[in-house]
């Protein structure tokens, strides 16, 4: 169960933000006409950190983060089979060691239901997960039916309360399986989330350099998300003409930097 749940934290989905689940752009709460990808990322120095591909129907090729020098740091890379995305690879030019590839596996209304991570050809962790009526994400489940990490989205767009079953160790006497609950509350914006082109599959981080801390939930909500409640950690938007955030920044609850950790945000309009 621990082991699942670290590989479970470092990759994510989104589900139920757009009506039509085969959307390249899922409307985020905004019925503006315009539709924009994420084009470039830079830092609050200005130096570029992430550069990002698109095919023809506007889907995700490639996602390319730079170091100081430049140079490539790690790329996710999209493959599609049937305009779903199907395996998508994760490559580091610093540390080979921690390359892998996640298989999506679907259902035949085109929901994710289980994801496979591979690191050189075999299979280290899985996960697999059950949904509403509305199709929105209920739980990750184990191989029993055992719903471990369950969300509730009180009625919004939003995973605003989450419970995650542990095992507990403590000694109880007999065989039964015995767990402890831990529970995560979040806040959100009424803003749309950046596009990158994923449409409502979302099994990565796109923002370059950003970390992975609630990172399950901040992907299946629809907008952004700006308070983890229990960590105390806080999210800061500006946003543009167009309602989207241009600035990101990260503060972390008792923790100063030198200067903001703050990402700038560079957009393409297309139709």
Same mark, same amino acid.
């Given at each position: 169960m621990k082991k699942i749940l670290f590989l479970f934290i470092a990759v994510g989905i989104i589900a139920g933000c =757009? &009506?039509? %689940?085969? =959307?390249? +752009?899922? @409307?985020?709460?905004?019925? +503006?006409?315009?539709?924009?990808?994420? =084009?470039?990322?830079? %830092? *609050?120095?200005?130096?570029?950190?992430?550069?990002?591909?698109?095919? %023809? +129907?506007?889907?995700l090729l490639k996602r390319e983060t730079k170091d100081d020098a430049n140079n490539p740091s790690s790329d996710y890379e999209i493959e599609y089979e049937n305009g779903k995305a199907k395996n998508i690879k994760y490559i580091d030019y610093k540390y080979p060691q921690f390359n892998h590839n996640i298989v999506l596996i679907y259902n035949t209304d085109g929901k994710i239901i289980r994801d496979e991570t591979y690191q050189y050809g075999k299979l280290i962790g899985f996960k697999? *997960?059950?949904?509403? +009526?509305?199709?929105?994400? &209920?739980?990750?489940? @184990?191989?029993?039916? $055992? /719903?471990?990490y369950s969300v509730d989205y009180n009625n919004t767009v939003n995973a605003l309360h989450t419970t995650i079953l542990m095992e507990d160790d403590g000694d109880l006497g007999n065989t039964a399986t015995a767990y402890r609950e831990i529970f995560r509350d979040f806040r959100y914006d009424d803003k749309k989330k950046p596009d990158f082109g994923l449409g409502t599959v979302f099994q990565i981080e796109p923002l370059p350099y950003f970390g992975d801390e609630a990172l399950f939930e901040k992907n299946i909500s629809c907008n952004n998300m700006t308070t983890f409640i229990g960590s105390g950690t806080q999210w800061i938007y500006e946003y543009n003409d167009d309602g989207l955030p241009k600035t990101i920044e990260?503060?972390? &609850? %008792?923790? /100063?930097?030198? /200067?903001?950790?703050? $990402?700038r945000l560079e957009y393409t309009e297309y139709k």
């Amino acid at each position: 169960m621990k082991k699942i749940l670290f590989l479970f934290i470092a990759v994510g989905i989104i589900a139920g933000c =757009s &009506k039509d %689940d085969e =959307s390249n +752009s899922p @409307d985020h709460g905004n019925n +503006s006409q315009k539709k924009f990808l994420v =084009s470039r990322i830079f %830092d *609050y120095n200005n130096n570029l950190r992430a550069v990002y591909t698109y095919n %023809d +129907s506007n889907r995700l090729l490639k996602r390319e983060t730079k170091d100081d020098a430049n140079n490539p740091s790690s790329d996710y890379e999209i493959e599609y089979e049937n305009g779903k995305a199907k395996n998508i690879k994760y490559i580091d030019y610093k540390y080979p060691q921690f390359n892998h590839n996640i298989v999506l596996i679907y259902n035949t209304d085109g929901k994710i239901i289980r994801d496979e991570t591979y690191q050189y050809g075999k299979l280290i962790g899985f996960k697999n *997960y059950a949904y509403y +009526s509305n199709g929105k994400l &209920k739980a990750m489940v @184990d191989q029993a039916g $055992l /719903e471990w990490y369950s969300v509730d989205y009180n009625n919004t767009v939003n995973a605003l309360h989450t419970t995650i079953l542990m095992e507990d160790d403590g000694d109880l006497g007999n065989t039964a399986t015995a767990y402890r609950e831990i529970f995560r509350d979040f806040r959100y914006d009424d803003k749309k989330k950046p596009d990158f082109g994923l449409g409502t599959v979302f099994q990565i981080e796109p923002l370059p350099y950003f970390g992975d801390e609630a990172l399950f939930e901040k992907n299946i909500s629809c907008n952004n998300m700006t308070t983890f409640i229990g960590s105390g950690t806080q999210w800061i938007y500006e946003y543009n003409d167009d309602g989207l955030p241009k600035t990101i920044e990260t503060r972390w &609850k %008792d923790i /100063e930097t030198a /200067e903001p950790m703050m $990402l700038r945000l560079e957009y393409t309009e297309y139709k």
